[in-house]
């Protein structure tokens, strides 16, 4: 039997999404394997989170490298380490060099909370806040050396009410996060996403 897929996580914060991919694992959703967390913040609850789940939970601290590159290239190592086949970004606030993404080129998915294009970068959300759309969401890409550029692989739609605030509308895209991040590392794991330029082709369950 071929071995599953290994997944590695990249995460700086609280978690939530890197949760979700543990529980999807963990429930038989996922034909693979979250085989380690990775973060480069030692206070990061997402740490905690994954040593609760029995996975590996490793801190690479930035500031123990004398340059970026040098931080990347630990990660890498750690990774391959490991056979990562599949690497996901779940609120990693790092901005990555080339090295590290042509590296991982087609086996790299991020999260980001927005409809890609619309408000890449930090605070998506209060960005469709103050541009007064009326609907905005999240987005499963491939992650490529721009900020939240790569080929999309799947996007969810969530309305914005007149009442909202970035919290509120905040935890409405999350729960759209937590469902869709899951789905698409399902796809990769079944080998069923192609891409073909900026397009993702998905193929159809056999
Ligand atoms: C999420 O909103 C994700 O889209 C963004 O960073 C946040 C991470 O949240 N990239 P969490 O740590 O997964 O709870």
Redesign the pocket.
């Known amino acids: 039997m071929p071995e599953r897929l290994r997944v590695g996580v990249l ?1 700086s ?6 949760r979700a991919l543990v529980e999807a694992a963990e429930s038989g959703r996922l034909p693979a394997v979250i085989a380690v967390l990775i973060s480069d913040r030692d206070a990061a609850p ?1 740490l905690d989170i994954a040593r609760a789940h029995g996975v590996e939970a490793l801190f690479l601290d930035p500031k123990q490298y004398p340059t970026r590159e040098a931080h990347e290239k630990a990660i890498i190592a750690a990774l391959d380490e490991r056979r990562i086949g599949l690497l996901c970004h ?2 990693y606030m790092r901005i990555l060099t080339s090295t590290y993404t042509e590296h991982f080129r087609g086996r790299a998915l991020n ?3 927005s409809l890609l294009p619309a408000f890449p970068g930090l605070h998506a959300q209060r960005q469709a806040l103050e541009h007064g759309v009326r609907v905005t969401g ?1 987005t499963v890409h491939f992650s490529d050396e721009g900020m939240d550029t790569g080929p999309i692989v799947l996007q969810a739609a969530v309305p914005i009410f007149l009442n909202d605030t970035e919290e509120s509308l905040s935890r409405r895209i ?1 729960a759209e ?1 937590h469902r869709i991040f899951p789905e698409a590392v399902r796809l990769f794991a079944e080998g069923r996403l192609r891409i073909d330029g900026r397009r993702v082709h998905i193929r159809e369950s056999p």
Request: proline share 6%; no cysteine.
């Open positions: 995460a914060g609280r978690g939530s999404n890197f997402v779940a609120g999260i980001h909370p999240a999350l996060e």
